[in-house]
């Protein structure tokens, strides 16, 4: 019954107060549309792109979407949108202040998120009350990506095709005086095939030959047939190498382009007026019910 009395008499306070309720939540509600207006907060417009992992090798324990992340999120690539969109103009940061960095990376990091999607994809947001230099940002991030990969990509390629080119010009030296010690001895000593000769020539000097020097002959042979299949194996690697530096290729899919917003996404403004108004309301409310409680009690 106490709860029930209570509530009465809380509907039956804000009903006595009501016209200064009333007006303090009218006032509310206008001083929720005047702040919320572009004139106090600039309204802020969204662009979206979401890119899968294209082209990527597993170089760790990470998945290729983790990889493209950590990249995306890197310095290196942070430097090159601001540098590329002259974002610390558009930001209005000092590039000459002490705290140039802090302040730029914190503009930055404030407007743009990089997230993982539930999917594995990776799904860029930026936030800026240009729609055009919104979009703008999400495909330089993007070109920027590819650019730095490929550029990753190109100098592990360039590493493996000098490792490829080295080995083959050693393998050429080595064959080529393997070739000749082979020629000597064919001239020499005029030997040519095992099975052949041993088997059909009557000569006995070439048989002594064989019996003296067949061993290290079938040696170098057979060492110069090995270089000639490593050979082989490192021109087709180095042919390869050459082709996959000269194809540029992207190392993501945009599933999702970025385009130029044309409603704001910040602020909403009904939500704002909601909020004043129910804040309004609520308050004035609890403060006329105490100040009933505080006069009845003589406080």
Same mark, same amino acid.
């Given at each position: 019954?106490?709860?029930?009395f209570?509530?009465i008499?809380?509907?039956?306070?804000i009903?006595?107060?009501?016209?200064h309720?009333?007006i303090?939540?009218?006032?509310?509600?206008?001083?929720?549309?005047?702040?919320?207006?572009s004139?106090?907060?600039?309204p802020?417009f969204?662009?979206?792109?979401?890119l899968?992992?294209?082209?990527?090798?597993m170089?760790?324990?990470e998945?290729?979407?983790?990889?493209?992340?950590?990249i995306?999120n890197?310095?290196?690539?942070?430097f090159?949108?601001?540098?590329?969109?002259?974002?610390?103009?558009?930001?209005?940061v000092?590039?000459?202040?002490?705290?140039y960095l802090?302040?730029?990376?914190s503009?930055?990091?404030?407007k743009?998120?990089?997230?993982?999607?539930?999917?594995?994809?990776?799904?860029?947001?930026?936030l800026?009350?240009?729609?055009n230099m919104?979009?703008?940002?999400?495909?330089?991030?993007i &070109?920027? =990506?590819n650019?730095?990969?490929?550029?990753?990509f190109?100098? %592990?390629q360039?590493?493996?095709?000098? *490792?490829? @080119?080295?080995?083959?010009?050693?393998?050429?030296?080595?064959?080529k005086k393997?070739?000749?010690?082979?020629t000597?001895?064919?001239?020499?000593y005029?030997?040519l095939?095992?099975?052949?000769?041993i088997?059909?020539s009557?000569?006995k000097?070439?048989?002594?030959?064989?019996?003296?020097?067949?061993?290290?002959?079938?040696k170098?042979?057979s060492?110069? &047939?090995? =270089?000639?299949?490593m050979?082989s194996?490192?021109?087709?690697? %180095?042919?390869?190498i050459?082709?996959? *530096?000269? @194809?540029k290729?992207?190392?993501?899919?945009?599933?999702?382009?970025?385009?130029p917003?044309?409603?704001?996404?910040?602020?909403v403004?009904?939500?704002?007026?909601l909020?004043?108004?129910?804040?309004?309301?609520?308050?004035?409310s609890?403060?006329?019910?105490?100040?009933?409680?505080?006069?009845e009690?003589?406080?």
């Open positions: 019954m106490k709860n029930n209570d509530s008499n809380i509907i039956k306070t009903f006595k107060w009501k016209w309720i009333i303090i939540t009218v006032i509310a509600a206008i001083l929720g549309v005047v702040f919320s207006s004139f106090f907060i600039k802020k969204k662009s979206t792109a979401v899968y992992p294209h082209n990527m090798s170089i760790s324990t998945s290729k979407t983790e990889q493209m992340l950590q995306i890197s310095d290196d690539i942070k090159m949108v601001i540098d590329e969109n002259s974002l610390d103009i558009h930001y209005e000092d590039r000459n202040s002490q705290n802090r302040d730029i990376f503009e930055y990091d404030g743009v998120s990089i997230k993982k999607t539930p999917n594995d994809a990776v799904q860029i947001t930026v800026d009350i240009d729609p919104a979009c703008r940002i999400v495909e330089s991030i &070109n920027n =990506y650019n730095f990969s490929w550029k990753s190109t100098g %592990i360039t590493n493996l095709l000098d *490792i490829y @080119t080295k080995a083959y010009e050693e393998n050429e030296l080595e064959m393997l070739a000749e010690d082979l000597m001895m064919r001239v020499n005029n030997l095939d095992l099975k052949s000769q088997k059909f009557t000569n000097n070439l048989l002594e030959n064989w019996e003296k020097r067949g061993a290290e002959y079938q170098i042979d060492l110069y &047939n090995s =270089y000639i299949h050979q194996e490192n021109l087709q690697n %180095i042919k390869s050459k082709r996959e *530096i000269i @194809t290729r992207n190392f993501c899919r945009v599933i999702s382009n970025p385009f917003a044309s409603t704001k996404s910040t602020p403004r009904w939500l704002i007026v909020l004043s108004i129910l804040g309004a309301f609520f308050t004035s609890i403060v006329a019910v105490f100040f009933d409680i505080f006069k009690n003589n406080i």
